[in-house]
Structures are given as structure tokens and as C-alpha cells.
């Protein structure tokens, strides 16, 4: 062999011996080797793109804020009020007909007063009042051992419900029965809420929310007066002859229950007669600052009834999504 072969074969020899002992020092033939993808430790992904709220979504935020939208649209008209003060069969299960007497077992060394029918069966002596007199005499207590009238059944455990509206200024009127789980619609009504306003969360002076209503209630007559944001004012040119105030907040309530309340349409001077008259431009309007005003007849009606049980309501922007306690029965069987 010469020596130049000599010299190439021992060269080439060298070079192997070398890339192979490089390769060992850099761990290419060890089993703990690393996949490639996690050789660099410094890699970091690059952030998500930035992606804008789909139009849906956009108009989903954008109608949370909407103003209030007045509707009118035909709301059915229900009145079963009378079924509470018939003396007659056909009445509503959770009142009763009593005859006077003025010896009762629940009165020791006295005559029983329509008061104490009233304190005993807690009805009002105004709801009294009217089921005795046949018609919306809430004052008139005249009795003898031959009148009859209804009381709220002692045995029957419920409370009343007001549903208000502020799109449709209306409000529906329920009873629920807590032992049943029924819920009746007394009556729908016609009332008045507060001013439109773009900046208040319900769209209107109004707050949304259940409340319940409280105990601090007034009746008012002409001559009355009393203080009204600081001023002193004849009460019923503000309230008209009744006041039902919230007494405080039960759930998704907007504003705090003080201040607000249910009313009467208040009342104005008549230039031609020179007295007081109740002023019913304000019904199915936006005119209050934040309070329902419901005409004479209608305030002093629910008054009559409520006064005496737990009264909640519920204020909503629209009837229709509105979650009512109870199943709803058109007249129950006692």
C-alpha cells in the first residue's frame, strides 16, 4: 500500500472518529433526548387575534338601555272584585259570609263592634264597610242582628299581587293561594306612572322590581294637610284620598322602596264650583315622580282590600315576561 492511500485511509478514520464523539458529547444517541418541538423552552405562541362583538350581541347591549317604549295594544279587561263582597253563593273561596251578632266568643263583657269583626277575621272595616252596604260605601257601619257580610276566611292562607306594567300603564291584580298554589286575577286596572326618562334604568321615574307594601298607609279628605318635599301642602292635591307606600325592596329592584308608593290621581281646584275635584288627566300617563296613581274609585277599592295582608308588586317593563307566582285558575272551587 503506498503511502499516499496510507495517509487518506488513516484521515478519513480521524474525521469519523471525531463527528462521533461530538455527536455523543450532544446527547444525539441518549434515550432521554427531548422531542425537537420542545428543544427551545423560550417559545411563546403569539397572542389570539382581537376580535370585535358580532352585530347580535352588539344589539343585545344596546337594548338593555333603550328608552321606555309606550304600547298600545288591547289588554283584556277583568273584573271578579265583586266575587270578595257578595253575600250571595257564588264568591270567591277566600271570604266568608258572617251575620252580626253582638255576643261573640272571641269578646268578653261587651258587645262586639264592626271594629272587632274586623281585628279578629284581619279585614279591613272598609272592605267590611262595602259587602255590608252593597256598594262603594267604605265608611258606613251601620248594623243589626239581620246584616251579613263577608270576612276573609281565617282557615285560608294567602296574600295579594300586583303586577304593573309600565309600557301599557296597567296593572293586574291577583291573589295567591300559599297552601294551593293558585293564583286569581281579581281585577286589571288603569293607572299612571312616572315621567319618561332615557337616563333611569326602567326608562320612566318608575322602578322596576317587586316590593312589598308597607303599613304606613293614609287616608286623606280635603282640609289634610301635611309636608311634601319640604313644603306644606293640603295632602290631597298630591295623593288624592289614599296612600299605600313601599315599604322595602324583595328582588331585581332598581331604586330603594322609599318614597314610592301607590295613590290617588291628585286633586285640583274647579274654577266653576270653586272646590276640590279629583284631577283623572294623569291616568295611563307618564306624568308622577315615580309613584302609580289610580283613579278614585280604583285606589280606594284596592285599599279596601289590601291593607290587611302581605301586598307585593312587581314592577316590569312588559306583562308578557313577567314571572308570576302560582298556576293561574279562572275561579277555583272552595
Sequence with gaps: M???????????????????????????????????????SSFKPA??????????????????????????????????????????????????????????PWIKGRPAWIAD????????RHFIARSLNGC??????????????????????????????????????????LDSNERVLLKTYRVGVGRLDSNAPSGCLTPTGKYLLGHKIAIYKPGITGFFQDRKMEMIRIFGTRWLPFERELGDCVAPAKGFGLHGAPWIDDSKTGTLVENRDCICK?????????????IEEVFAIVVTKPTIIDIVKDYTQAKLPGKEVAFPTR
Excluded at 14 to 32: E, H, M, P, W, Y
Excluded at 117 to 124: D, G, K, N, Q, V
Excluded at 286 to 298: F, I, N, Q
Design 117 to 124: 269583626y274586623a281585628t279578629y277575621y284581619a279585614t279591613s
Design 47 to 104: 397572542p389570539p387575534p382581537i376580535v370585535a362583538l358580532p352585530p347580535a350581541s352588539a344589539t343585545l347591549i344596546e337594548e338593555r338601555n333603550l328608552p321606555l317604549a309606550p304600547i298600545e295594544d288591547h289588554v283584556p279587561e277583568i273584573d271578579r272584585i265583586d266575587l270578595l263582597f257578595t253575600t250571595g253563593i257564588k264568591k270567591l273561596p277566600i271570604v266568608e259570609t258572617v251575620k252580626y251578632t253582638s255576643r261573640v
Design 286 to 298: 307618564y306624568d308622577s315622580d315615580g309613584c302609580v296613581r289610580l283613579a278614585l274609585e280604583d
Design 2 to 40: 503506498s503511502f499516499l492511500r496510507i495517509t487518506f485511509i488513516g484521515s478519513l478514520v480521524l474525521i469519523i472518529t471525531l463527528s462521533v464523539t461530538a455527536l455523543f458529547k450532544r446527547g444525539f444517541f441518549s434515550s432521554k433526548s427531548k422531542p425537537v418541538k420542545e428543544v427551545s
Design 136 to 177: 262603594h260605601d267604605y265608611f258606613s257601619q251601620k248594623v243589626t242582628p239581620q246584616s251579613y257580610f263577608n270576612v276573609f276566611r281565617k282557615d285560608k292562607n294567602f296574600n295579594f299581587y300586583l303586577l304593573i306594567d309600565l309600557s301599557r300603564c296597567r296593572m293586574w291584580f291577583y291573589y295567591i293561594d
